[in-house]
């Protein structure tokens, strides 16, 4: 059991990293549709982790989250987040400021959204069309690892099962208005001025703290009825 609870965390710290770089590209892609290249100059219009690497958010942090109950630290579990490189971006370019800038922003935790629910039409799918797909869906999706399911079906199933649940973490946790996640930017575009300018001394370690302590009570609270929502909808197809 031990094993496969290890091997359950390697998918999803690879899936967490494929995420978050299909997050930074939808920031990169939007912003490169709506007149702003910078991102696009960078090479941040790709997939591959090189280009979205933030060593604490991508690597470090994700890391304890999922990694740290195998070392001891289980204050460290629970938590499927994480952040990348910010993709650059030149409000400037925009026609329209404001309204650009918050659908760059934006983007990034649609790309989530829409990830998840690719990974719900698999399911729905291997329910439908699999022979005893249904049976490994439900108890997957429960927590359960079925033993008599063929391997493949499986691991299928397991990987979108992780991608939902990452992706929703995501999607939640960059919508907090903390610096430097997505919804800070949204949040400070409908600031008045001088609200903006104490918003951006927020320190990094301040916000750091905010991420863990209330990022974590924000996902518990809105994670749970999401996924539910999930399973509601794998029952009745």
Same mark, same amino acid.
């Given at each position: ?7 359950? %965390? ?6 967490? &990293?494929?995420?978050? #770089?299909? /997050?930074?590209?939808? /920031?990169?892609?939007?912003? #490169? ?18 280009? /979205?690497?933030?060593?604490?958010? !991508?690597?470090?942090?994700?890391? *304890? ?23 650059? $971006?030149?409000?400037? +370019?925009?026609?329209? &400021? ?17 990830? %998840?629910?690719?990974?719900? $039409?698999?399911?729905?799918? !291997? ?8 049976? $490994? $869906? ?7 690892? #079925? ?11 397991? *990987? ?13 946790? +960059? ?18 001025? +001088? ?40 029952? /009745?197809?």
């Amino acid at each position: 059991m031990q094993a496969t609870a290890f091997l359950i %965390a390697v998918f999803e710290f690879v899936l967490l &990293i494929f995420s978050l #770089s299909f /997050h930074e590209c939808a /920031h990169a892609w939007t912003a #490169s549709r709506l007149g702003d290249q910078t991102a696009r100059l960078q090479g941040r219009i790709t997939l591959n982790p090189i280009y /979205h690497v933030d060593p604490i958010g !991508t690597l470090i942090f994700p890391a *304890l989250m999922i990694f740290g109950p195998f070392l001891g630290m289980g204050m460290f579990g629970g938590m499927l987040v994480g952040w990348a490189k910010p993709t650059p $971006v030149i409000s400037r +370019n925009f026609r329209k &400021i404001k309204r650009d800038e918050n659908l760059v922003t934006l983007a990034g935790p649609v790309s989530n959204l829409v990830i %998840a629910l690719a990974a719900l $039409v698999v399911l729905i799918v !291997t329910s439908v069309a699999v022979p005893g797909g249904r049976l $490994v $869906v439900m108890s997957t999706f429960a927590g359960a690892i #079925s033993l008599q399911a063929p391997s493949g079906t499986q691991a299928i199933v397991l *990987l979108c099962v992780l991608a939902i649940q990452i992706n929703l973490s995501l999607m939640f946790f +960059n919508l907090l208005p903390i610096p430097p996640l997505d919804g800070s930017h949204v949040l400070r575009n409908m600031l008045p001025y +001088n609200a903006v300018q104490a918003y951006d001394r927020m320190g990094m370690w301040v916000s750091y703290l905010l991420m863990i302590f209330v990022g974590g009570f924000v996902l518990r609270l809105l994670l749970g009825p999401s996924l539910a929502a999930f399973y509601f909808v794998l029952r /009745h197809v």
